[in-house]
Nanobody, 124 residues
Framework: VQLVESGGGSVQPGGSLRLSCTAS????????WGWFHQAPGKEREAVAA????????FYDDSVKGRFTISLADGRDTVDLQMTDLKPEDTAMYYC???????????????????WGQGTQVTVS
């Protein structure tokens, strides 16, 4: 499975960005797609995830009401719409994928075997 992120950039506080992750090479009908971010000197943290099998979504409390994860383009693309961005959202954002329904383990990066290269988001 290959994942390619796009849509990062620089924005002022309160602004919006849409990140996209385009997937190829997958063979199963259902996947869990996740977005993680990592700020300099910090650990990688889960932001949001979506399971295509039933459409379940997961959000970190810090982004609830501001970020929306969704599927597009016949499920080959996963978007992360980010609004009301804050300086603390500044980080490298990574798209990830795994086959299974994650449940409470959706935050665990080690559960995701497939990763993109990342796209930088800067809010200042």
């Amino acid at each position: 499975v290959q994942l390619v992120e796009s849509g990062g950039g620089s924005v002022q506080p309160g602004g919006s960005l849409r990140l996209s992750c385009t997937a190829s090479g997958y063979t199963y009908s259902s996947y869990c797609w996740g977005w993680f971010h990592q700020a300099p000197g910090k650990e990688r943290e889960a932001v949001a995830a979506i399971y295509t099998g039933g459409g379940s979504t997961f959000y970190d409390d810090s982004v609830k009401g501001r970020f929306t994860i969704s599927l597009a383009d016949g499920r080959d693309t996963v978007d992360l719409q980010m609004t009301d961005l804050k300086p603390e959202d500044t980080a490298m954002y990574y798209c990830a994928a795994q086959r299974l329904y994650p449940g409470v383990r959706w935050r665990m990066s080690e559960e995701f075997p497939y990763w993109g290269q990342g796209t930088q988001v800067t809010v200042s």
